[in-house]
């Protein structure tokens, strides 16, 4: 009886996760209203599974002790209300978002078709983001996200989604409908003018290289570098350039606000070193601390310092205990795995982890659900049982 209560748990469940892979780009409410739903039927699932040990495992231990540190941290809030509200969205829904995929898609049949939804969803904001760029509906395309910023980091790990199921074809559809899809996505990426983006997928692009090196002869790697250097050439627009130029104007206004975000966001941290003021503080805290000349903002456009403000040098050492965990489970994979599916998704997961923590220096996209979800999904796939890895054949 138990044993048909827990397929028919991990059915649904299963059944969630392409909604939510769907959902995502599209609607914050519906992906946190499916998001909902899956920690409702995983906390159900764990109650009726007999068997627990899981939560043993030492490679789980980073993602607890974030959550724990993200309980002490809202309970010390400033302002404890909106501190619970943080923790619970997005820091557990991340988490458990994270555990329910790595303990939902067992098996390659389900992987192969949750990497459809992903494309495909990506394919469609790929597709309507170059719309609005080439019909001048807007200067920065957002597509159908909230922001560009927020699109740029979602559009570049779709680009490397895209990609690494490309590397991986073995028939010539495959190869020319992933060459497409990768061409697109990367297109929709430079449209949306997010410095931070744009070179945290370089960054990815330079670190995908280097483990090609082990998997293909030189000249195939001189090829698609070369590939790379047309289209960057190609599709990177005038305004993007003179984004980038712009970086190092400081009398810019843009650069203005940046700078006084950093220098409120230092005061804050220094004020409450340790456990910081609690998550989802910082917006609130803004108003007290911020220039006579700054404008309003959420967040201090640099996730590690928002992290410092928010959760203190406890809730840093515990993100980046969580990265490191996450890099050492992706190098391990690559360097077991054959080249299929497996080994895409978790040079995906790798690069995107890569690009994001770039990207992280200058914005603080991780916050925003629709990619802070993206690359739980992709986390999640790393932990799913996988034969080659020893420790998993206990699962």
Not at 224 to 236: E, G, Q, R, Y
Not at 319 to 338: E, N
Not at 375 to 389: D, K, N, V
């Amino acid at each position: 009886m138990s044993s048909t209560i827990e397929y028919r748990l991990d059915k649904i469940l299963y059944v969630l996760m392409l909604a939510l892979a769907a959902v995502l780009p599209f609607s914050r409410g519906g992906a946190n209203t499916i998001s909902g739903l899956i920690f409702v039927i995983f906390v159900v699932k764990l109650i009726v599974e007999k068997d627990r040990l899981w939560f043993r495992r030492f490679e789980y231990l980073p993602f607890l002790n974030f959550v724990i540190i993200g309980v002490v941290t809202a309970l010390m809030a400033v302002d404890i209300r909106e501190g619970i509200s943080s923790f619970v969205s997005p820091i557990l829904k991340y988490v458990i978002i994270f555990f329910a995929v790595a303990y939902t898609v067992r098996t390659e049949e389900q992987l192969h078709k949750l990497v459809k939804v992903l494309v495909v969803a990506g394919l469609i904001v790929s597709g309507y983001g170059i719309f609005q760029h080439f019909f001048g509906l807007v200067d920065r395309i957002s597509s159908s996200l909230s922001n560009p910023n927020g699109a740029g980091s979602y559009l570049m790990m779709v680009t490397i989604l895209n990609l690494s199921m490309l590397l991986i074809s073995q028939n010539a559809l495959a190869k020319v409908m992933f060459a497409l899809t990768t061409l697109v996505a990367s297109i929709a990426t430079v449209f949306t003018m997010s410095r931070g983006a744009l070179m945290g997928l370089g960054g990815a692009f330079i670190v995908l290289l280097l483990i090609l090196v082990r998997f293909c002869d030189i000249k195939k790697i001189i090829s698609i570098l070369m590939v790379f250097i047309v289209l960057i050439a190609m599709f990177f627009p005038e305004q993007v350039r003179d984004r980038f130029a712009m970086s190092f104007n400081f009398n810019n206004e843009s650069n203005k606000q940046r700078i006084y975000m950093l220098q409120v966001g230092w005061e804050m941290f220094k004020e409450s070193p340790y456990l910081g003021k609690g998550p989802g503080n910082f917006e609130d805290l803004w108003e007290d601390y911020k220039p006579q000349h700054a404008e309003e903002f959420k967040h201090p456009h640099n996730i590690y310092l928002l992290i410092l403000v928010e959760m203190g040098i406890a809730g840093l050492f515990a993100y980046i205990w969580v990265l490191v965990t996450l890099f050492k489970r992706s190098f391990t994979i690559i360097r077991s795995c054959p080249f299929n599916i497996q080994w895409a998704i978790t040079t995906t997961a790798l690069l995107s982890f890569i690009a994001l923590s770039i990207h992280g220096f200058v914005d603080a996209t991780l916050k925003d659900v629709q990619v802070g979800l993206l690359i739980c999904i992709f986390a999640g796939l790393l932990f799913r049982p996988i034969p080659i890895i020893q420790e998993d054949y206990l699962r």
